[in-house]
Every structure is written in structure tokens, then in C-alpha cells.
């Protein structure tokens, strides 16, 4: 299209230039002598049902009327759906020529039908209009010429037929040829001037779109071209300069043109005026009309012409009104490029609105009405590009405020920053010498509280070795007693007996973990091997606990469970450290759970032991952390414990090659601890 703007004006300029230089304007109808003005001896029939021929209209001429209130040279039916016929009397003087062409200067008719009558009688009818091939017109201009010859001193009437789906503005004017060229040089003139205006308008806003990637510059662009386009077709010099007989092009170019043009100038609206933000309400009308716009671009060529037509006249004109308002309430709230904005549309207001009002008929068609359109466009366009120049001089000073701003915030933050550096510094300095000093108090503390647990580990570990001496006399004198008592001894005896081998095996195993306790950082253990039989060790853990716990407590053990080869002595303190734990977190009238199974563990054949309680639970966070050496959980104060059982129970379960950890339950209380372990020994870390 931009190479399309430039071969018209080159063409009408060019056309300007050559034509011959003519006498004066056309001649109005009637009396053809060069003088006399007759149109109003013309009249007009409008046929509804578009089914009389020339014939038929030629024998009843009581239809016809003057055209009245629409000027003295054109006819003005608006936009409706009859055809018009329309009865031209005419006669020529016996000096005047006899070379006549008769002008429909509105290119836009769909068909124009001219009927002569011959000397035979016949009607002879020549065809011209949009819809008509150009190959096929009897004239080629960019009006509906059509060639006529009569006899001077002789008259006769002829009949014009004109179809149209858009409005049906008839101007008509008798011509000699050379000044019909003469008239068309002016013609030419001006609208090279239009067009030429429009082409630097469009190549100027193009290239400032290309070089700064402004979406507003190309919106403003494709509302030039779209109002171009749009006038170019509306003029006849589409088809005359470009298309030729594509008449599907032709016939829709001039509302898809308009429509492009409405489309871009809603965009360009919103985005120039910000009216998303500085006009909420307003803006919600403008989006409503874009997407009208946008609906009848994409859907006009597939639309009747006279329902398209229509619409972009309708929606044009309230677009219009809502741009003016629009601009006027930017300009109140201060915004200056507004001032350009709003003068240019309301020119293009007057324009469109004035077009749109002679289309539907309610305004004669004149120079005035015929051309308002091309006039307020054409300043509309030239406005608002300097609108964009303003824009751009506004936004260079805001941004040459802005950086002055920018500067003295920068200097100002320097100088801050600079006042911080300082007081960080200083304050850094005595952070650290602060940190310092609390680190040699937690290095102190830490020394004191690991000799003290070294001492506590030591003096249990002496006091276990020097009760191994007594527990010895206390198990040899007990046995003596048993050997002299009668055999077998009372039941009496007996169960006293029973009751003492317990407690001693009881304190025994105490013993061995107070002894294991002194151990623990010890990492080559001598592990006396052995086959451990579950049930037998299961067995002497509930003997290991006194009458009440052993009642609390619930064993289970699978059928046919292998033997498990380990320490005996190690595993007994592990699997009493793990059973002691759940009888002591679990409430005294509930029951801690001892289950085994076999199970294997990445492949590796072993046996599970899982122990559960009925207890308050682990905290989430602290699976891991009830392990460790020494750690004891803030929600167990008050309960007995050095808080190295769990410890010593990981650390046995891995000597051994196997794991311990907790057991996730969801929905359940309290905890669960499972222990795994080869069958075959493996030594862990």
C-alpha cells in the first residue's frame, strides 16, 4: 500500500500536469448551449421492487418528481435499497457541439445503466460502475463517464438506472471533453496534494516506528493508510492507478479501508491518552468500539456492502464524539499534548460527521460535503502527527527531569551510603571483638561441660567396676544357699531365689551399659561372636524387667525366625536400651509393642525388630536428633536419662552392620523405633 500511495500521486500528479487547460466547469443538464442552467427540468423515480425495464419507465413519466432539497446538480437517495431511474431531458442549441460527456461524479455506484433511445425505437443501454469491469466501462476516468453525441437543435430524453448497496449520491454534470481535462486538472492537483501529504505523513511515523520500536507510531501509521486506502477507493482512483478489474477488491476496499482506519485510530486513541488509567469509564466505551472496528475488519469482506457500510459509518461517528470527549477530559486533568489530539478530531469530527449525514441523506451533497472529509482528515492527520512531535518533546523533558532527579537521588545515596560505610564499619568491628569474646565464653563452657560428662562417664564406669566385686559375693552366697537348702528347696525359697538371679541379672546389665557408656568413642570394639536364638533373647530381655514392665509389655514374633549371628551381650543392652525407652514415654496403664520379622534391606537378607509405644510422640524435626550423643528433647523434662541410650542403641545396630531409625505412622500416636540386622555379621561404621 505504501508503494500504492506513491504511484497515485505520482499518477494524478502527473495527470495534473498534462491535461489541456480548459474553458470553465462542467454544464448542467437540460439545455446544453453553454450557458443555461436546466437540472431542475430532471426527475427522479425510486422503484422498490427493482423490476421495471427502460420500457415501462419511459411510458409512465406521471412517476417521476423533482429530486428537490438536495441542490442543483446532484441526487441524494441515501442509503436505500431501491433502484433509482432517473429522467434527463435534454436538448441541445443549434450552435453548440455535438461531442458530449455526460459525468456520475460518484464512482462508489455499484451500477449505473444509461438508456438512449435509437432511431429504430430500440432503447440502447451502455453499463458502467464499480461492479462493472473497467475493460468493460465506456470511458475510462475515475468518475462513471459516459460518451454521448447529439444533434444540435434536437432533444430527447434519456434514462438513467442506478443500483447501489451504499448510498446512492448521483451528482451529474454534461461536459465537453477538454473541459472535463481542464476541470480534471485541478481535480488531480488537489488530491496529489491529499495523497502526498498522506504518504509523508505514513513514511515519517514509519521510520520513527522502526528506529524507536513505539507501538503508538505504528498504530498512527496504519490509520494513515487505512484513511488513504479508503479515500483512494472513494474517488475512483484505486481501480483506475492499481487493482483495474478486480472488483471484489474494489467493491469492498472503501469500508475495510474505513475500518482499518477506525481499528488503528482506537488503538492510538487509548495508548496516546492513557485512557486506561487517566479514564476508566471512557475507556471501556473506546475497547467496546475497537473490538466493533476489529469485528467488522476481519468480517466486511464476507458482509452484504450496504450492512457494512452502515456500520462503519455508525461506529465512525460514535468513535468519533467519544475521541472529542475524551481528549477534552485529558486536557482538563492537564495532559498538554491533548490540545493537538482534540483539535485534530474535531476536524475529522465535522468531517465525518458531515460524510455520514450527506451518506444517509439528511445533508445536501455539494464541493463541501463531497470533499469534508479529505479536508478534516487531511488537517486531522497533519494534527496529530505534531501531537506526536509534542509527545516526544514531553517525554524528552520529563526524562531530562527524571534524570536530573536520578542524578541528585544517586549523589544523595552516595552520600548516605557513604555515612552507612562508615557506621557498618565501626559497628562491625565491635560485633566482632563482641563475637569473640562469646566464642571463648562457649569454648570455656563447652570444655568445662565435656570434662564433666568425661568425669560423670569415668566415675560410673569405676563405681560399675567396683560393684562387679560385691554382685559376685552376693551371686555366690546366694547359690551357696540354694546348694544347702533341700532339694529341691520350698516353693517359698524357690521364688526368692528366682526373685534374687533376676535382680542380679537385672543389675548386671546395667552394669554393661555404664561400661559400654565408657566405650563409646572407642571404635574397634572386640565383638564376641555367637548364634543369637530371637526367641531365647526376647526371653532374657523380659527378664531384665521388672514384674510391672514386663506386664506392659506385648511380644511378637514371627514363625520360623533364622538364627541371627552378633554379640549377645551388645544386642541384649541395644534391645533393652530400645524397650526401656517406649515402657518409660508410655503412660503406666498402656503397652509398649515388641514385634520380629525377617525383612530384607537393599537386597540383603535380615531381620527387623520394630518397637512402638503409646507415647506423646517424637516433635517433626527430631527424628534424627534423639540420637545423638547426650541430646535429650525439651518435651521429655522431667524424665530420667543421660540421654545416651538411643545413642548407644544406633551405635551397637551398626557395629553389627545394621540400621536404626524412626518409623513414620500417619493417623497413630506415639513413636515407633525399627532396628535392622544382617543375618550374617557385618561390621558398620
Not at 427 to 456: D, F, W
Request: charged share 20%; aromatic share 8%.
Amino acid at each position: 500500500m505504501f508503494v500504492s500511495l506513491f504511484a497515485v500521486c505520482a499518477g494524478l500528479f502527473f495527470a495534473g500536469l498534462c491535461v489541456a487547460d480548459g474553458r470553465n466547469a462542467g454544464v448542467p443538464l437540460a439545455l446544453l448551449n453553454g450557458k443555461a442552467d436546466a437540472f431542475l427540468y430532471s426527475r427522479v423515480w425510486l422503484d422498490p421492487d427493482k423490476r421495471a425495464d427502460v420500457a415501462d419507465v419511459a411510458a409512465h413519466p406521471e412517476r417521476f418528481a423533482p429530486p428537490g432539497g438536495q441542490g442543483d446538480q446532484v441526487i441524494n437517495a441515501g442509503y436505500d435499497d431501491a433502484v433509482v431511474w432517473v429522467r434527463v431531458p435534454v436538448q441541445v442549441a443549434a450552435d453548440a457541439p455535438r461531442d458530449w460527456l455526460l459525468e456520475v461524479g460518484y464512482p462508489t455506484l455499484d451500477r449505473v445503466t444509461l438508456y438512449r433511445r435509437e432511431a429504430s425505437g430500440q432503447w440502447h443501454a451502455v453499463e458502467s460502475g464499480d461492479l462493472v469491469p473497467r475493460s468493460r466501462r465506456p470511458f475510462e476516468h475515475h468518475n462513471l463517464v459516459f460518451p454521448l453525441v447529439l444533434e444540435p437543435g434536437v432533444g430527447e430524453v434519456m434514462f438513467l438506472r442506478v443500483e447501489s448497496q451504499g448510498n446512492l449520491t448521483i451528482p451529474l454534470t454534461f461536459w465537453q471533453l477538454k473541459d472535463l481535462l481542464a476541470a480534471d486538472r485541478s481535480r488531480y492537483a488537489w488530491q496529489a496534494l491529499y495523497f502526498g501529504a498522506l504518504l509523508a505523513l505514513l513514511s515519517y511515523n514509519l521510520m520513527l516506528f522502526l528506529a524507536i520500536r513505539d507501538p503508538l507510531y505504528l498504530t498512527y501509521s496504519l490509520m494513515v493508510l487505512g484513511m488513504g486506502n479508503g479515500l483512494l477507493t472513494m474517488k475512483g482512483f484505486g481501480s483506475l492507478l492499481l487493482w483495474g478489474d478486480a472488483l471484489s477488491l474494489d467493491n469492498a476496499a472503501f469500508p475495510l479501508s474505513l475500518a482499518l482506519c477506525g481499528l488503528s485510530g482506537a488503538l492510538f486513541t487509548r495508548r496516546f491518552l492513557d485512557s486506561r488509567h487517566r479514564a476508566p469509564l471512557l475507556d471501556r466505551v473506546v475497547l467496546f468500539l475497537t473490538v466493533l472496528f476489529a469485528l467488522e475488519t476481519l468480517t466486511g469482506y464476507w458482509l452484504p456492502y450496504a450492512l457494512l457500510a452502515r456500520l462503519v459509518s455508525a461506529t465512525g461517528l460514535c468513535f468519533s464524539v467519544v475521541a472529542v470527549v475524551l481528549a477534552l477530559q485529558s486536557l482538563v486533568r492537564g495532559q498538554r499534548s491533548a490540545r493537538l489530539f482534540l483539535a485534530g478530531w474535531l476536524l475529522l469530527l465535522v468531517g465525518v460527521g458531515v460524510t455520514a449525514l450527506r451518506n444517509f441523506g439528511w445533508l445536501p451533497t455539494n464541493v463541501l460535503t463531497s470533499n469534508i472529509m479529505q479536508i478534516g482528515s487531511a488537517l486531522e492527520m497533519l494534527l496529530l502527527s505534531l501531537a506526536l512531535a509534542d509527545r516526544i518533546n514531553s517525554l524528552r523533558q520529563e526524562k531530562d527531569l527524571a534524570h536530573a532527579d536520578a542524578v541528585r537521588a544517586e549523589r544523595k545515596l552516595i552520600d548516605t551510603l557513604r555515612d552507612w560505610g562508615v557506621s557498618l564499619e565501626r559497628e562491625v568491628v565491635r560485633q566482632t571483638h563482641e563475637l569473640r569474646e562469646a566464642n571463648l565464653r562457649l569454648a570455656a563452657s563447652e570444655a568445662i561441660e565435656r570434662r564433666g560428662r568425661e568425669e560423670q562417664t569415668h566415675f560410673i564406669a569405676m563405681i560399675a567396676h567396683d560393684i562387679r566385686t560385691p554382685l559376685a559375693i552376693i551371686k555366690a552366697a546366694v547359690q551357696s544357699l540354694q546348694d544347702m537348702d533341700a532339694s529341691p528347696p520350698p516353693p517359698e525359697h524357690q521364688k526368692r531365689y528366682d526373685r534374687i538371679q533376676r535382680a542380679l541379672q537385672r543389675l548386671n546389665a546395667l552394669l554393661e551399659i555404664a561400661l559400654m557408656q565408657d566405650r563409646t568413642n572407642v571404635d574397634d570394639w572386640r565383638m564376641e561372636m555367637a548364634e543369637i536364638q530371637l526367641d531365647v533373647l526376647t526371653s532374657e530381655l523380659l527378664q531384665l524387667l521388672s514384674p510391672a514392665d514386663e506386664a506392659r509389655m506385648s511380644c511378637r514374633l514371627a514363625d520360623g525366625l533364622p538364627a541371627l549371628r552378633g554379640d549377645p551381650r551388645m544386642l541384649r543392652v541395644m534391645l533393652l536400651n530400645i524397650v526401656e525407652n517406649a515402657l518409660k514415654y508410655s503412660p503406666r496403664d498402656s503397652e509398649a509393642r515388641l514385634e520380629i520379622e525377617t525383612g530384607a534391606h537393599s537386597g540383603e537378607a535380615g531381620v527387623v525388630i520394630r518397637v512402638s509405644d503409646r507415647g506423646p510422640g517424637i516433635t517433626p524435626g527430631q527424628e534424627e536428633r534423639i540420637f545423638q550423643k547426650y541430646y535429650r528433647s525439651p518435651d521429655v523434662v522431667g524424665q530420667p536419662g543421660l540421654g545416651i541410650g538411643l545413642f548407644l542403641a544406633r551405635f551397637i545396630c551398626r557395629r553389627h552392620g545394621g540400621s536404626l531409625h524412626v518409623v513414620s505412622r500417619p493417623g497413630e500416636i506415639g513413636a515407633c523405633l525399627e532396628a535392622w540386622l544382617p543375618l550374617e555379621k557385618g561390621v558398620g561404621a
